[in-house]
């Protein structure tokens, strides 16, 4: 073998370990603390939902292809991870806006109805962020509040 083969096969194998290394795995899916999501823009809160969503959604094809079967979850991530929803909850908690019931499901649930007033929030802050992605989040769940006419006074951090 000459020097160059052996420089060349050095190189394959050492690019190969990265990106074994960097590759995501399943169980390391990025979860996010509330205070890691105050501040955040609608933009970003929105950019961290989705990232949450598709490692899910990822994770959930790994386990197909390693076992030739979906998990029961199809790959759906549970709300309480879901970096919207613990925004939300955070509000709705410090704000004390009426109606909500932590409860209940805020999307779909195979065994409760969604309330409406959780969809009509989260379509409420959908509206405010789409048009106003540089928005603080939280700024946009409070007009979405005042909105719905859910909160009379609203307290952001």
Not at 4 to 22: E, H, N, P, Q
Not at 112 to 141: K, V
Request: charged content about 25%.
């Amino acid at each position: 073998m000459t020097k160059r083969t052996k420089i060349y096969l050095f190189l394959g194998m050492s690019c190969a370990a990265l990106a074994i290394y960097v590759w995501p795995r399943p169980d390391e899916i990025r979860h996010y603390a509330v205070d890691e999501l105050v501040g955040l823009t609608c933009e970003e809160l929105g950019e961290k939902h989705e990232d949450v969503i598709f490692a899910y959604h990822d994770a959930s094809i790994a386990h197909d292809t390693t076992t030739g079967a979906f998990k029961d979850d199809l790959g759906l991530p549970k709300e309480e991870v879901l970096p919207f929803v613990i925004l939300m909850k955070k509000v709705i908690n410090d704000n004390g806006l009426s109606g909500f019931d932590l409860t209940k499901p805020f999307f779909h649930s195979a065994s409760e109805a969604t309330p409406p007033l959780h969809s009509e929030f989260f379509a409420e802050i959908s509206s405010i962020c789409a048009t106003h992605p540089d928005l603080d989040a939280i700024e946009a769940m409070g007009q979405a509040a005042k909105k719905l006419t859910i909160a009379r006074d609203f307290a952001t951090p």
